[in-house]
């Protein structure tokens, strides 16, 4: 590949944009842009735009983004990292797909927050729930505790969670009998 004519290429189809991204313009998938040469090599802009700027990218190494924005291209917003440190990334910049926006989620939000609020801790109630909302009594049991959706935790359940994970009950704690749970 001629390195002149791709960032000729590449910089064709970029706007910089005030915040310092070099936003692609052309074709994207996901999010990320792709350019292709002479018809039959597909790249994505931004390890592209990585490979003119420094040269070949390891085996096994992803090019992540700083500004977390698919389409920027500008170099010094690019870093090398392996599969682990890009999920790192991703997860400690809070943009994982979680609740709604996970596409295998079976519960919106509002099913979620509704779950929480019914449940009562009854003998057999976890089961109900289940079936009601199409779910397994583990998912309703890693709901209720916290352990699934936190996101969507309120403070109110947020307490009744980490009570029940401690195996006392709401009821118990403030000095009622212990209720029969599954």
């Known amino acids: 590949m001629d390195k002149d004519k791709a960032s000729e290429k590449l910089m064709k189809r970029v706007v910089k944009s005030a915040n310092g991204c070099w936003e692609w313009q052309g074709g994207k998938s ?34 992540c983004h700083r500004c977390d924005n698919p389409s920027c291209c500008n170099p010094e917003h690019l870093f090398l990292g392996s599969s682990v440190e890009n999920t790192t990334d991703r997860h400690d910049k809070r943009r994982d797909a979680t609740g709604e926006q996970n596409g295998s989620s079976k519960l919106s939000d509002s099913q979620v927050d509704e779950i929480r609020k019914r449940y009562d801790g009854q003998y057999g109630r976890l089961k109900q729930l289940a079936q009601e909302y199409n779910v397994s009594s583990d998912q309703i049991r890693n709901i209720i505790r916290g352990r699934q959706r936190m996101s969507k935790v309120s403070e109110v359940n947020w307490t009744t969670c980490r009570l029940r994970r401690s195996g006392t009950s709401p009821t118990e704690h403030l000095g009622g009998k212990k209720s029969k749970t599954t």
């Open 30 to 63: 996901g999010g990320y842009g792709h350019i292709v040469f002479k018809g039959r090599e597909t790249w994505l802009c931004h390890r592209l735009a990585w490979f003119l700027a420094n040269g070949d990218i390891p085996k096994g190494k992803f090019v």
